[in-house]
């Protein structure tokens, strides 16, 4: 089973949707994880780091859930600038899941 | 503030050639990664270095791959002999602190292709 997992889409969602995707991993005690965006031949940027008590940033909230061993992005009011791909990382070494294609649709 | 930067972007070899990749981690991070992206799967982790010293290279597919980072500053990632299934693109990424707790940053990438 691989560390991290995440479902690759892709999500096709209309421009003003709310749109979220989680990850799931296998180590319970990882401790650490991040949300990363990555664009078309481009290297991954972080978005935002994941703590279990919720981390909001604008239209972005990220949520780590240690009990079912699940991390989440959630975009409210989607943009077409927010079209990418969606990374998440983390665990105990650095794992990255495959990443999620989002397409914002006008 | 500069990120980090990579060295080529791009490089096509032959199968049985060497290659050697560089990458230069933000002034100040001593800690710098090395991960490698094939086409179509996740990115998987190469090793770490925490200054010159290798932290952690259970990465490291095989012996005809060497990561150096003599003095500490930038690194260099050598593939001798490449083969076919050493296509990919190989990221760089820094950061403050050590391990997965601390946010990393990626370089753009060296892509690779071994033909």
């Known amino acids: ?98 990443g999620t294609s989002l397409t914002v649709i006008p | 503030e500069a990120g980090v930067t990579q060295f080529p972007s791009h490089s096509v070899i032959e199968k049985g050639q060497t290659v050697t990749l560089r990458c230069d981690p933000i002034s100040g991070h001593d800690n710098l990664y090395w991960y490698r992206r094939v086409m179509g799967k996740e990115i998987k982790f190469l090793l770490h270095f925490v200054k010159e010293s290798k932290q952690d290279e259970s990465g490291m597919p095989n012996n005809r791959f060497l990561a150096e980072r003599t003095g500490g500053t930038y690194s260099t990632l050598k593939v001798q002999p490449a083969e076919l299934e050493d296509s990919g693109v190989y990221f760089c990424a820094s950061s403050e602190g050590g391990g ?8 753009p990438g060296t892509r690779l292709t071994v033909t």
């Open chain 2, 100 to 107: 997965a707790a601390y946010e990393q940053y990626f370089g």
């Open chain 1, 1 to 98: 089973r691989k560390e991290v997992e995440q479902d690759p889409g892709p999500f096709n969602v209309p421009e003003g949707a709310t749109v979220a995707f989680n990850c799931t991993y296998s180590n319970s005690a990882s401790q650490s994880f991040f949300w990363y965006r990555q664009d078309c031949r481009k290297e991954p940027k972080l978005l935002m780091s994941v703590y279990s008590s919720g981390n909001e940033d604008g239209r972005f909230t990220a949520q780590l859930n240690r009990a079912s061993q699940y991390i989440s992005l959630l975009i409210r009011d989607s943009k077409l600038s927010d079209s990418a791909t969606y990374l998440c990382g983390g665990g105990n070494q650095f794992y990255f899941g495959t």
